[in-house]
């Protein structure tokens, strides 16, 4: 898609005002007064962070909006040029900024917004470390997904995206496959609910735990429970049956983890 240059050059324009403000604010400073405050020595990039957090907050900034350049982040806070660019290394994997070279209106890092990224790593490295069990995953997916899919059929919500999915799944030589497009199929439901952190927290939960899926699938062998429990979602999602829909989801986990849920398959 190409950009519109307009739109650029406006957003370029949006930010040297706000930055002439912030120098404004650090004169401000220097005479007993303004916003910025120069940081601490210690941990110095917690500091910096904390600057950028309050700034994003009070200034009302929002993803595409971009801070000011390295440099001039660094002459403000009284820092160095290393502490900026570790803050920014931090709130990138965090999922808030993506950093980009750039000079004038084109330098400075961009705000995003990108919660599912943060939650999967944060995730995967607990997972990895034991200090959470898969069990406690599966439990937390299925209280998020079974009212996720109450709210879809709720709403009546398209299930066009489930039926890819569907298709997709239908198409799979290989368990990897078929994960790829069960994750879709049950992020699309988390979609359908209308609730934005739900499908991030639901896209963290199945990418933090993709190698577990992958093995259910490949002990589970024959996956046509699990194909008709997808299609007995969807159709009650489409018929807005939102207690058969939340019952059907439950169902499907026990299918796909009878180890977690015995006695309930």
Not at 30 to 51: C, M
Not at 149 to 174: C, N, V
Request: hydrophobic content about 40%.
């Amino acid at each position: 898609m190409t950009a519109d240059p307009s739109a650029a050059n406006e957003q370029g324009s949006r930010w040297y005002g706000l930055t002439t403000v912030w120098s404004d604010h650090i004169r401000e400073a220097s005479v007993g007064g303004g916003d910025w405050r120069p940081v601490k020595r210690t941990r110095t990039f917690e500091d910096v962070l904390a600057q950028i957090e309050r700034r994003i907050a009070e200034d009302g900034l929002t993803a595409g909006d971009r801070l000011p350049a390295e440099r001039q982040l660094a002459e403000q806070l009284g820092v160095s040029r290393s502490s900026v660019r570790e803050a920014m290394r931090v709130l990138e994997t965090l999922g808030v900024v993506s950093s980009q070279v750039g000079r004038g209106p084109d330098a400075g890092a961009v705000l995003i917004s990108r919660p599912d990224s943060a939650l999967t790593d944060l995730l995967r490295l607990h997972l990895g470390l034991a200090s959470l069990e898969p069990r406690e995953v599966i439990d937390t997916r299925h209280m998020i997904e079974q009212w996720a899919a109450s709210r879809a059929a709720a709403a009546r919500a398209d299930t066009s995206a489930l039926a890819a999915a569907l298709a997709g799944m239908d198409g799979a030589r290989t368990a990897e496959e078929f994960v790829e497009h069960d994750t879709a199929f049950h992020c699309a439901i988390a979609d359908a609910s209308g609730n934005r952190l739900i499908a991030a927290i639901m896209r963290s939960l199945r990418d933090s735990m993709r190698r577990y899926a992958v093995e259910a699938v490949e002990r589970l062998g024959d996956t046509s429970i699990l194909r008709a429990d997808h299609v007995r979602i969807l159709e009650a999602i489409d018929r807005g049956e939102a207690d058969e829909a939340a019952r059907a989801t439950s169902e499907h986990l026990a299918h796909a983890y009878p180890a977690l849920f015995p006695g309930e398959h």
